[in-house]
């Protein structure tokens, strides 16, 4: 069950049949194009819906018919897709076992409709679903998901993705769902060489002939001074802690920070263990940084 809100103003329908009128013919001469309501929904569905009003009881609540042009065009040109075509001819023989065809003539898989590659069916839904304002600009994986429980095509997921990426509005507005970031600062300058260092792999390097397939890049963040080490990307932490040691702690002593990203290395119990007890704080960037 799906809870939605309406406003109590464009409600009018409801309100006028909760409402004692005088007569009902004086209720019959209100024009339909004026309610708020029928005419949000006129232009939601304009291209897929018409409605015709009886006034033969003398009432516009008399008779009304809603008849869906777009189920028209997607039963016609389903006989025009070759694919579902094939699909139809299995159904009729009672191969299909997910296929059925209702009882308007429409294919449905799964009970979703079968939607063809012919024409600007496809076009048309995925813009009413995307630029209506009931919708919002939803993302890919959104509008994926409503479409999918109400329709089907072959390449659905690949076409949403390519609709919403050539959407001029969603390129240059996107909406941030991350909680906002604190206050930028910048980096404490070093007073001595050595003193805080920064470090990272360069990694998807051919293998050299001692087996060597990534370079460990360790930086004195004052002097700019670096030491490039040729490492394995297998090496664990206990290794590496190895390397720093013998080649940097041995060389310029002990720093007071290390600035680093969060690979699984830096982060690992035992990294976090040896620089506590050497008196090293580990500065480790944010994530999503660019």
Not at 6 to 27: C, E, F, I, Q, Y
Not at 220 to 247: G, N
Request: glycine share 6%; hydrophobic share 40%.
């Amino acid at each position: 069950m799906t809870i939605l809100y309406h406003p109590r103003k464009a409600n009018v329908v409801a309100d006028a049949l909760s409402r004692k009128t005088p007569s009902m013919g004086s209720l019959a001469a209100i024009s339909v194009e004026r309610w708020p309501l029928v005419r949000d929904v006129q232009r939601l569905f304009d291209s897929m819906v018409r409605f015709r009003v009886s006034e033969e009881s003398g009432g516009v609540f008399a008779f009304i018919e809603a008849h869906s042009s777009l189920m028209e065009q997607i039963r016609e040109h389903q006989y025009e897709d070759v694919k579902l075509c094939l699909i139809r001819d299995k159904v009729m023989n009672g191969e299909a076992k997910k296929a059925k065809i209702d009882s308007e003539g429409v294919l449905r898989i799964e009970g979703r409709i079968c939607v063809p590659k012919v024409g600007d069916l496809i076009r048309l839904i995925l813009e009413e679903t995307h630029y209506s304002r009931y919708s919002i600009h939803p993302r890919a994986a959104k509008m994926y998901h409503d479409l999918s429980q109400h329709y089907w095509w072959c390449g659905m997921k690949r076409d949403i993705a390519e609709f919403v990426a050539r959407c001029l509005t969603c390129q240059q507005v996107k909406c941030e769902h991350q909680k906002p970031g604190g206050v930028t600062q910048r980096m404490p300058i070093p007073t001595w060489k050595w003193e805080r260092i920064a470090m990272d792999f360069v990694v998807g390097l051919p293998t050299t002939v001692g087996g060597y397939d990534s370079i460990w890049v360790v930086v004195d963040r004052l002097t700019k001074s670096a030491y490039f080490i040729p490492v394995r990307v297998r090496y664990t932490a206990e290794k590496l802690a190895q390397i720093y040691i013998s080649q940097i702690v041995q060389l310029h002593g002990v720093s007071v920070s290390i600035v680093s990203d969060r690979g699984s290395v830096f982060t690992s119990h035992f990294w976090r263990a040896l620089q506590h007890d050497l008196g090293t704080r580990l500065d480790m960037s944010t994530v999503f940084h660019p």
